[in-house]
Nanobody, 126 residues
Framework: QVQLVESGGGLVQPGGSLRLACVVS????????IAWFRQAPGKKREGIVC????????NYADSVKGRFTASKVKAENTVYLEMNSLDSNDTAVYYC???????????????????WGQGTQVTVSS
C-alpha cells in the first residue's frame, strides 16, 4: 500500500524559508515520480515541482523556479521541498503525489496522479 505523508508546513514571514518533507512508503523509487502540488483557497490546484526517477528528470513550474528546490533522499524514502523567498502568493495547502509519469511530459501536472498525501498548510504572513 502506497502512503505519502507531508510535514514541515507552518507560518512564515514574507521573505522567509520553509522545508517540506514527503515521506513515501510502499512505492517504487526506481521507476516512480513524486510531485508537489499546492492549492490556495478559492484557486485551482497547481503543480509546482516534479521529481522523476533520474536526476535529469525534474521540472519546476515558473511560479517557483529559482526559489524552490526539490531533492530526493532515497535512504530516507523522502522528497524534500526547500522553499525560499516566500511571499503571500505561496500561501496554500501543499500536497505530494506519486505516480509513474515522466516529469518532462507535456501537461504532467494535469495527468491523473494515483497517490496523494493529506497535505500540509503553509501560510506566509507578517
Amino acid at each position: 500500500q502506497v502512503q505519502l505523508v507531508e510535514s514541515g508546513g507552518g507560518l512564515v514571514q514574507p521573505g522567509g524559508s520553509l522545508r517540506l518533507a514527503c515521506v513515501v512508503s510502499g512505492f517504487s523509487w526506481e521507476s516512480g515520480t513524486i510531485a508537489w502540488f499546492r492549492q490556495a483557497p478559492g484557486k485551482k490546484r497547481e503543480g509546482i515541482v516534479c521529481v522523476g526517477s533520474t536526476e535529469s528528470d525534474i521540472n519546476y513550474a515558473d511560479s517557483v523556479k529559482g526559489r524552490f528546490t526539490a531533492s530526493k533522499v532515497k535512504a530516507e524514502n523522502t522528497v524534500y521541498l526547500e522553499m525560499n523567498s516566500l511571499d503571500s502568493n505561496d500561501t496554500a495547502v501543499y500536497y505530494c503525489a506519486a505516480d509513474h509519469w515522466y516529469c518532462s511530459a507535456d501537461g504532467v501536472w494535469n495527468l491523473h496522479w494515483d497517490y496523494w498525501g493529506q497535505g500540509t498548510q503553509v501560510t506566509v504572513s507578517s
